[in-house]
């Protein structure tokens, strides 16, 4: 008889199936993910939540400049558009996915949606420039939109043997919509803000509007809500604690990106943030029922995807900016850079916009055919070799398209994955908290990379081939740039293989562990 005190083995940890007497398929893991019909027909509503979502993502940008014109302000000023929606998604995100482990996940969508849907129609409508500010900022409610979708699809599918496979799966289909509608928003913005400008640039605003109160009436009366939900209370301390510490992070990176490294009272908020995580630990390891439970998050399966998204998030949300602006540098001028065309930008966008739809739908494949694990490593080296190969390779516009190509296959996987792998780690009243925090570390690493990257961009002074002071970033930066993010997807894969080689992979404890789950024993066993 095996001691009652001895700690579980890997294999028993992360319910491989040897654990409960099943055989090991070979390589170690279950092939033949099951039809997404399996969840009755959830997917294809919340496909339509993601399309929107891209549609919200993909339509503004086109035309921030015409939007600059119609508010009266600098064009630099739209910076604090991004600026606000980052801090928000950071701070909001962690609260509003554990309210959905606690009232049901399809009731928390239903309110975001609402809630963006106020924020859209006031972008089109504002009158100045902080009425728009405050209705852009609002309107970044819908980043939590995704985590809360992978938990309600991950509930709805626990009870099936093949429930991480379907997750995976699903992921994979509702991410390719988001990366479509970010298509079909830019396109259709261009479209109507040449034809629709001036005066009437609020009906070219309104179409978003539009699109997300179509979808509020879906989640309204299509999307079910999760068949067991978890219950529990918000810890309002943790929220306050966690919110603050946030708060002084993020405007303390913002000033870093505004003012310079030599603003004092940027290192001192940075520095009170950081140290308010400390009194936000030691709380939190007190209560019953925790916003973020960091015994969980300590888990083996689950701090290297954690991890893994903040690195991510370099890259993802740091570096499209820089490569824009690289892509349009004059070379005639510079000696670097593309000169292309704004047409030609948006085609660059479109090819990695394009190849992340590819690797969102193809994650789930790969998973199972090797190990969800595997996938994952594979996923971010192809992130790291893409902005790798942009060192020696960046003169031409196919070489800068190919790379972005590279880089876009492992993005579209690890966007769709990663909150899969989350849910999968976690139990199953922490499911949206631990998807939640996938957004939340990857928003924090692309807003500490926006600031470092500025400032390397702004590093040494850059001047024209005719010897003229210039005012385009300078070539060193842009390695520094695509450096630091080749790096950083080699490091998150290096943390990826700490992962247990059957975490996250369907097993045949997954349907007999499924439900039984006791939320305060939170038994390692049970969450695979």
Same mark, same amino acid.
């Given at each position: 008889?095996?001691?009652?005190?001895?700690?579980?083995?890997?294999?028993?940890?992360?319910?491989?199936?040897?654990?409960?007497?099943?055989?090991?398929?070979?390589?170690?893991?279950?092939?033949?993910?099951?039809?997404?019909?399996?969840?009755?027909?959830?997917?294809?509503?919340?496909?339509?939540?993601?399309?929107?979502?891209?549609?919200?993502?993909?339509?503004?940008?086109?035309?921030?400049?015409?939007?600059?014109?119609?508010?009266?302000?600098?064009?630099?000023?739209?910076?604090?558009?991004?600026?606000?929606?980052?801090?928000?998604?950071?701070?909001?995100?962690?609260?509003?996915?554990?309210?959905?482990?606690?009232?049901?996940?399809?009731?928390?969508?239903?309110?975001?949606?609402?809630?963006?849907?106020?924020?859209?129609?006031?972008?089109?409508?504002?009158?100045?420039?902080?009425?728009?500010?405050?209705?852009?900022?609002?309107?970044?409610?819908?980043?939590?939109?995704?985590?809360?979708?992978?938990?309600?699809?991950?509930?709805?599918?626990?009870?099936?043997?093949?429930?991480?496979?379907?997750?995976?799966?699903?992921?994979?289909?509702?991410?390719?919509?988001?990366?479509?509608?970010?298509?079909?928003?830019?396109?259709?913005?261009?479209?109507?803000?040449?034809?629709?400008?001036?005066?009437?640039?609020?009906?070219?605003?309104?179409?978003?509007?539009?699109?997300?109160?179509?979808?509020?009436?879906?989640?309204?009366?299509?999307?079910?809500?999760?068949?067991?939900?978890?219950?529990?209370?918000?810890?309002?301390?943790?929220?306050?604690?966690?919110?603050?510490?946030?708060?002084?992070?993020?405007?303390?990176?913002?000033?870093?990106?505004?003012?310079?490294?030599?603003?004092?009272?940027?290192?001192?908020?940075?520095?009170?943030?950081?140290?308010?995580?400390?009194?936000?630990?030691?709380?939190?390891?007190?209560?019953?029922?925790?916003?973020?439970?960091?015994?969980?998050?300590?888990?083996?399966?689950?701090?290297?995807?954690?991890?893994?998204?903040?690195?991510?998030?370099?890259?993802?949300?740091?570096?499209?900016?820089?490569?824009?602006?690289?892509?349009?540098?004059?070379?005639?001028?510079?000696?670097?850079?593309?000169?292309?065309?704004?047409?030609?930008?948006?085609?660059?966008?479109?090819?990695?916009?394009?190849?992340?739809?590819?690797?969102?739908?193809?994650?789930?494949?790969?998973?199972?055919?090797?190990?969800?694990?595997? /996938?994952?490593? +594979?996923? @971010?080296? *192809? !992130? #790291?070799?893409?902005? =790798? &190969?942009?060192? $020696?390779?960046?003169?031409?516009?196919?070489?800068?398209?190919?790379?972005?190509?590279?880089?876009?296959?492992?993005?579209?996987?690890?966007?769709?994955?990663?909150?899969?792998?989350?849910?999968?780690?976690?139990?199953?009243?922490?499911?949206?908290?631990?998807?939640?925090?996938?957004?939340?570390?990857?928003?924090?690493?692309?807003?500490?990379?926006?600031?470092?990257?500025?400032?390397?961009?702004?590093?040494?002074?850059?001047?024209?081939?005719?010897?003229?002071?210039?005012?385009?970033?300078?070539?060193?930066?842009?390695?520094?740039?695509? /450096?630091?993010? +080749?790096? @950083?997807? *080699? !490091? #998150?894969?290096?943390? =990826? &293989?700490?992962? $247990?080689?059957?975490?996250?992979?369907?097993?045949?404890?997954?349907?007999?562990?499924?439900?039984?789950?006791?939320?305060?024993?939170?038994?390692?066993?049970?969450?695979?």
């Amino acid at each position: 008889m095996k001691p009652p005190s001895r700690e579980p083995s890997v294999p028993e940890a992360y319910g491989a199936p040897e654990a409960h007497g099943a055989p090991v398929p070979p390589g170690g893991r279950r092939r033949g993910v099951g039809s997404l019909a399996a969840l009755g027909g959830i997917v294809g509503y919340l496909v339509c939540v993601e399309l929107t979502s891209g549609i919200v993502q993909g339509y503004y940008e086109p035309l921030l400049s015409d939007i600059a014109r119609h508010l009266g302000i600098h064009d630099a000023d739209v910076n604090w558009f991004e600026a606000s929606q980052l801090l928000l998604s950071a701070i909001a995100v962690p609260v509003l996915a554990k309210l959905g482990d606690v009232v049901g996940y399809r009731r928390v969508l239903l309110w975001t949606t609402a809630v963006t849907a106020l924020g859209a129609w006031g972008v089109a409508l504002a009158p100045s420039f902080w009425t728009y500010l405050v209705a852009w900022t609002l309107m970044g409610t819908y980043t939590v939109w995704l985590p809360l979708e992978i938990a309600l699809i991950h509930h709805r599918a626990r009870r099936r043997p093949d429930a991480r496979g379907l997750t995976r799966k699903a992921s994979g289909v509702i991410v390719a919509a988001l990366q479509a509608g970010v298509i079909f928003g830019a396109l259709v913005a261009g479209q109507l803000g040449d034809g629709l400008g001036g005066d009437r640039i609020w009906m070219t605003l309104s179409v978003p509007a539009l699109a997300v109160t179509a979808v509020f009436f879906v989640v309204l009366r299509k999307v079910p809500e999760s068949p067991d939900v978890a219950g529990g209370r918000v810890d309002a301390g943790g929220a306050v604690l966690l919110s603050a510490a946030l708060l002084a992070v993020g405007v303390g990176l913002l000033g870093l990106r505004l003012d310079g490294p030599d603003a004092w009272w940027v290192w001192l908020l940075v520095a009170v943030g950081l140290a308010l995580l400390w009194p936000f630990a030691r709380y939190e390891l007190r209560q019953d029922d925790p916003l973020v439970d960091l015994r969980v998050v300590a888990r083996p399966s689950l701090w290297p995807v954690l991890v893994t998204s903040g690195l991510f998030g370099v890259s993802v949300l740091g570096a499209q900016g820089p490569l824009s602006t690289f892509a349009r540098t004059d070379p005639d001028a510079y000696g670097y850079g593309l000169g292309a065309s704004a047409f030609t930008v948006s085609l660059l966008i479109g090819g990695y916009v394009v190849a992340s739809l590819a690797g969102a739908l193809t994650f789930a494949r790969v998973s199972e055919r090797t190990t969800p694990r595997l /996938a994952l490593v +594979g996923a @971010t080296v *192809l !992130v #790291a070799l893409g902005y =790798l &190969l942009f060192l $020696p390779f960046h003169d031409a516009t196919g070489q800068v398209l190919a790379n972005m190509v590279v880089a876009g296959l492992g993005s579209g996987a690890l966007v769709a994955a990663l909150p899969a792998a989350a849910a999968a780690a976690a139990p199953r009243e922490r499911t949206a908290v631990a998807t939640g925090l996938t957004n939340t570390t990857r928003t924090l690493g692309g807003s500490f990379a926006s600031a470092v990257f500025a400032l390397a961009l702004a590093s040494g002074a850059t001047t024209t081939l005719d010897g003229d002071v210039g005012t385009a970033g300078s070539l060193r930066g842009y390695m520094v740039v695509w /450096a630091v993010c +080749g790096v @950083t997807g *080699l !490091v #998150a894969a290096a943390l =990826l &293989l700490v992962v $247990p080689r059957l975490a996250f992979a369907d097993t045949a404890a997954t349907a007999a562990a499924a439900g039984t789950t006791d939320r305060r024993t939170d038994r390692p066993e049970d969450h695979a």
